[in-house]
């Protein structure tokens, strides 16, 4: 009855979503986090940030003092404050390293990685990056791998020229609107915009789940077999599944449907066995559609063109920082972002 590939499990749904924290402005970030990604580009790079953008980083970590503090704002899971740790343990350091975000992160049992690696490593969940929990000039290297310029502008800058003081510097990568990421980010948005108001796959799939969970025995499951209604919801789930599968070759399509047709599927399939499983299985489905397009839509308000980098750089200049723009490509034609450097003042 259901034409789909069974890539996935319902529990695979589940785990898409998390639980929902109650009263979490950063929910969407907050349930990607606890679905134990390391980074934010987790579908593009393998374990944590490497080739050139690790390069870039580990070049800024190795160049801390002794006993140095580093500040990752929007951190995440860690990915960066783990890159720190790791320079400084290559480099026989110790340094001080903190990371920070507006969502309810806990990198270590969320299981982002080993929970050793986490150890000496302070991180501030539910923190703004405008409201650094540092005192003034109190760090030596703030870093931001695509978050301070999610924040409010203005007050992102003035708190990091706070924590900065005379000696600290601040090494940012920042999403640009020509970048590779921006390109597919803008391809899949639309698609979850279109599976979770457009497409009537998932009602379809509700109805279906509906019939199935009133059909306990198994005569009655063979009954539906010759069940006008039963057949409706059926030719109706089938017509929806077949017009997405019809447009999958789609610029976007791939990822975000590779995901949730099994999932969708899978989440049917059980529903004569268990329907509240099932149910529970499509709602984890929505709220992974819906923090998707959430998180991409936040990302897009971020996206920074030449201009908006050119007036980012001013403003820590006429603070009397030097200020170095530049472009970072994961491999050649890939570009990532943007990279900004300020130096410290001391
Ligand atoms: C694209 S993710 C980047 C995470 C991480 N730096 C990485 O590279 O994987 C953006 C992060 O910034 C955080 N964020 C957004 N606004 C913030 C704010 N005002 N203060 C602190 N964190 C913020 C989000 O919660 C999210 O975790």
Redesign the pocket.
């Known amino acids: 009855m259901v034409p789909l590939e069974d890539a996935s499990t319902v529990s695979d749904a589940e785990s898409i979503a998390g639980s929902p924290p109650p009263d979490d402005p ?1 929910g969407a ?1 907050t349930r990607l ?1 606890r679905s134990g990604v ?4 987790a579908t593009a790079i393998d374990g944590n ?1 490497d080739g050139p953008v690790r390069a870039f980083w580990q070049s800024h970590f190795a160049r801390l003092p002794d006993g140095g503090v580093v500040v ?6 860690g ?2 404050a783990l890159l720190a740790m790791d320079t400084a343990h290559a480099g026989r350091k110790r340094l001080e390293v903190h990371g ?4 309810d ?1 806990s990198p270590a049992a969320a299981g982002a990685a080993d929970a050793s690696a986490f150890e000496g490593i302070t991180f501030h969940p539910r ?4 409201a650094l929990p540092f005192a003034d000039g109190g760090i030596d290297l703030l870093v ?4 301070f310029e ?3 502008r203005e007050a ?1 800058i003035v708190e990091a020229l706070r924590v900065l003081g005379r000696r600290g510097a601040a090494a940012m990568v920042l999403h640009s609107s020509d970048s590779l990421v921006a390109r597919v980010s803008a391809e899949r948005l639309p698609w979850f915009g279109h599976l979770l108001h457009g497409s009537p796959m998932l009602a379809s799939a509700d109805a279906v789940v509906d019939v199935l969970a009133h059909a306990r025995t198994q005569a009655e499951r063979s009954a539906l077999a010759t069940d006008p209604r039963a057949e409706a919801t059926r030719a109706a789930f089938n017509d929806a599944a077949g017009d997405l599968l019809e447009r999958a070759a789609e610029p976007g399509a791939g990822e975000v449907l590779g995901r949730f047709m099994p999932a969708l599927s899978q989440a049917v399939r059980s529903a004569s066995a268990d329907p509240l499983r099932a149910r529970q299985a499509l709602e984890a489905l929505r709220q992974w559609l819906r923090d998707e397009e959430e998180r991409l839509m936040q ?1 897009h308000d971020a996206l920074l063109g030449a201009p908006e980098l050119e007036a980012l750089a001013d403003r820590f200049r006429s603070a009397g920082h030097a200020v170095a723009c530049g472009s970072l490509e994961q491999r050649p034609g890939a570009k990532l972002g943007w990279t900004l450097e300020i130096a410290s003042r001391g």
Not at 38 to 41: G, R, V, Y
Not at 72 to 77: I, K
Not at 100 to 103: E, K, N, R, S
């Open positions: 950063q970030w986090w390391l980074h934010s580009c940030y990752d704002v929007g951190t995440g899971n990915a960066l920070v975000d507006l969502a992160i923190t703004s990056l405008t931001s791998q695509f978050a999610y924040a409010p992102a990302l």
